[in-house]
């Protein structure tokens, strides 16, 4: 087995770990209060730390290695997917999901209530913190984008050296 692929199925686990940690630091220990597309975007972190791991551990198993490899790139890819989408939403470029915090009009007292308590802490389309003008989501794209590119590299890479061993 190409080792580049276990390293990178091991650096995919490990940078998705690294996001997760950032993120609940930085919602535990700074109060920045997560909607419900960054929630979402947490998900396929956790399943990329699993199948990055996965990865090598089953490393003396190519196949398997390599399927599980395409998986965690398939995490990535939908991480970084939602955070293009909530770029957008933040950005004002399309309107986000019924659970984004939209404040349509309630035609009762009891109608508003429910409204309000149903509301999430933070709506979607407001960037609660950017770094160089970045906000959270559009660093996810950036990560999710490098650790799928990362991953599509080492499979290529074990795809053209399994050609040359079989000329």
């Not at 999430?120 to 407001?126: A, H, K, L, Q, S």
Request: proline share 2%; charged share 10%; hydrophobic share 55%.
């Amino acid at each position: 087995m190409d080792s580049f692929v276990s390293r990178a199925g091991l650096l995919i686990a490990w940078a998705s770990t690294l996001a997760l940690l950032a993120v609940f630091v930085a919602q535990y220990g700074f109060d920045l209060q997560p909607c419900v597309l960054c929630i979402w975007q947490r998900w396929p972190h956790g399943a990329a730390v699993a199948l990055g791991l996965a990865v090598w551990a089953f490393r003396d198993w190519p196949a398997v290695s390599l399927g599980l490899l395409g998986l965690a790139i398939t995490a990535e890819v939908i991480t970084g997917g939602i955070g293009v989408f909530h770029v957008g939403v933040e950005q004002g470029w399309w309107q986000g999901t019924a659970d984004c915090g939209s404040t349509g009009g309630a035609d009762s007292l009891a109608a508003l209530k429910a409204q309000i308590m149903n509301q999430p802490i933070v709506r979607c389309d407001e960037v609660v913190f950017a770094f160089l003008g970045i906000s959270m989501a559009g660093w996810n794209v950036v990560l999710a984008a490098a650790l799928a590119g990362l991953g599509l590299g080492a499979v290529v890479r074990n795809v053209n050296r399994r050609r040359e061993d079989w000329s």
